[in-house]
């Protein structure tokens, strides 16, 4: 008999890109809250994620899954794989919208203004807490619940609601993109 307990890959990582999608959102409404003390809305999308923490945090969690126990190597390429990530999403989003996000180009070291140092080193701290503290114990939680037949079925609804949430978010932000308080200075001259 074939146990299903074990097959919930698929839904953990959807479950795990929407959480990263919102950390990432929740940290940067942290940000803005302390330095411009307002609430602002980042990225694209209207609902509260930022899908670039998401597929980030995702290819973190099934790359460097064989690093948990190797923080060091962990945090450089967390530095390394996050800033590709924060760089490629910069330059689509601007070739796709016309927008740019966030700019850098006031910052040391920095490559375009789309990636540099500080934001390098954060991404570092923050694969090495998610790679090597935070997804044993996510995995464990997840797993607890998958194995019950009603958390199992909870979880998939959930999943399939998120994913149908997100498209249309995404569907209309396709044609009415997020470009509130958000985006740079620099960007909203071009609006």
């Given amino acids: 008999m074939m146990d299903r307990s074990r097959n919930y890959g698929f839904f953990f990582y959807v479950l795990l890109f929407f959480l990263l999608s919102l950390a990432g959102w929740l940290w940067e409404i942290g940000i803005y809250l ?56 910069s330059y689509f989003l601007e070739r796709g919208w016309g927008v740019r996000w ?55 609804l959930a999943c399939l609601l998120l994913i149908l949430i997100f498209a249309a978010d995404a569907a209309w932000a396709a044609d009415f993109p997020n470009k509130g308080e958000g985006i740079t200075a620099r960007a909203a001259k071009d609006l």
């Fill in 34 to 89: 302390v330095q411009d003390g307002k609430f602002v809305n980042r990225g694209i999308l209207l609902g509260p994620w930022l899908p670039v923490y998401g597929m980030g945090g995702l290819l973190l969690a099934i790359l460097l899954k064989r690093w948990e126990y190797k923080p060091v190597r962990t945090f450089f390429a967390s530095m390394v794989l996050c800033s590709v990530v924060e760089y490629l999403a």
């Fill in 102 to 156: 966030w700019d850098y180009s006031d910052q040391f070291l920095n490559i375009s203004g789309r990636i540099c140092l500080w934001g390098c080193l954060l991404f570092g701290v923050g694969g090495w807490l998610l790679v090597c503290y935070a997804m044993p114990y996510l995995r464990m939680a997840f797993r607890k619940i998958w194995k019950m037949d009603r958390g199992r079925k909870a979880l998939q």
